[in-house]
């Protein structure tokens, strides 16, 4: 199945930039959707944005107009262009794939990248 490995998450200050890229390896038939979801402490794991096979985006509507993603099929990794950050934005942020593997529909996550916006 798909393993995948994130990257680009650091310390930002408020209204900041920051580059996730998430990189997927592995045996695997076809990626039907890729995304981005983030865990603040003491809450639940939420989506931030979605990008289909297709190339269809789908973004919680908290980011909506700051963040963006975008994949490189070549490369088969994804990306999350995140601007005007807030500290609200602070969380772990985790690269899914909703992925065919053995004929099994199959999701996997990657480890996981800290984005911590303070002044």
């Known amino acids: 199945q798909v393993q995948l490995v994130e990257s680009g998450g650091g310390l930002v200050q408020p209204g900041g930039s920051l580059r996730l890229s998430c990189v997927a390896s592995g045996s695997f038939s076809a990626i039907y959707a890729m995304g981005w979801y983030r865990q603040a402490p003491g809450k639940q794991r939420e989506l931030v944005a979605t990008?289909?096979?297709?190339?269809?985006?789908n973004y919680a509507d908290s980011v909506k107009g700051r963040f963006t993603i975008s994949k490189d099929n070549a490369k088969i990794t994804v990306y999350l262009q995140m601007n005007s950050l807030k500290p609200e934005d602070t969380a772990i942020y985790y690269c899914?794939?909703?992925?065919?593997?053995?004929?099994?529909?199959?999701?996997?996550w990657g480890q996981g990248t800290q984005v911590t916006v303070s002044s």
């Open positions: 899914n794939a909703d992925h065919r593997s053995n004929y099994r529909r199959l999701n996997a």
């Open positions: 990008i289909t096979s297709g190339g269809s985006t």
